[in-house]
């Protein structure tokens, strides 16, 4: 960032006041932050004072810091760091700030720089010999789409050619600035295409001038020109589908006996459950029940029932 200081002592008037009534507003301004953060004012009221005067003043920045009891060297810190805040004289008609940075840049803001050397003062910051217009190059504006612009005072200009420009400077230069309508300068709708509307093509509905009777009438008459949509119900000629089968059918299916029906257990063989497999055990040995009672069993053929191999009692 460039160094900014104050204009020279020369030019700078001996004393700074509101008029009655930016003074009444200055007051209202104040009161809108609360008791003790006064300073937080200090932004909008120098700004008040900049369209008062066109300028900055030492003066001004004063009287403001005496306003809301601010130490002058932090009005003044505020003052120099920002850019919006002109600290010299410029033009009294039309300070024209061309934006320079890469969208404009692309578009032509370099043409429009150039006019602004030969209409107005080769250098920024300079007046012209009557004093009545200035010009700085500044960075991005927020106007990309309508590349190239330039602002005057509050009001954006876009769209530009130098000729159209050299118009506008003109008019300015004239006292005749407020006849020239600010935004776009070619055949558009703010940032909408260059090249005419591409979706909203109704005019009347992008601007709202068209009459609720009309979009009612409207609204209408497309419901009664669209079919009624049957996207959702098949066509098939399936039997599960048939309009005319009713469904749950009044019909009840036989039960087949299904409820009469009796599980009965087998029999058990007790005897052929306590001996198991041979070759599982490699013999069959009779077991006892949960009761103490041994199952009724035939000793395997080549042994003695009761006896072991040993000849003791099993």
Known sequence: MSVRRLADASVQPEGFAFSRGNAAWAKQAIKKYPRGREHSAVIPLLMRAQEQEGWVTKSAIEHVADMIGMPYIR????????????????????HVQVCGTTPCMLRGSEELIELCKT???????????????????????GACVNAPMVMIFKDAYEDLTPERLEEIIDAFDAGKGDTVKPGPQIERIYSA????????TDEAAVTGKEQKSSRKA?????????APSRAAKPRTSAIETDPTIKSPSPEKAPRNGEGSAESIAPAIDQDAA????????????QRKHADGKAGASAAPKGRKSGKNDKGGAA
């Open 274 to 285: 306590d001996r198991a497999e041979p070759t599982v055990e490699g013999d069959a040995h």
């Open 193 to 200: 295409p260059a090249s005419g509307l591409t979706s909203l």
């Open 119 to 141: 209409k107005i003062h080769p250098e920024q910051f300079h007046t012209n010999a009557s004093g009545t217009l200035s010009w700085e190059e500044v960075e991005c504006q």
């Open 218 to 226: 409207a609204h209408k008459s497309d419901a009664e020109s669209v």
């Open 75 to 94: 009005a003044l810190e505020v003052a120099t760091f920002y850019t919006q805040f002109q600290l010299a004289p410029v033009g009294t008609r039309a």
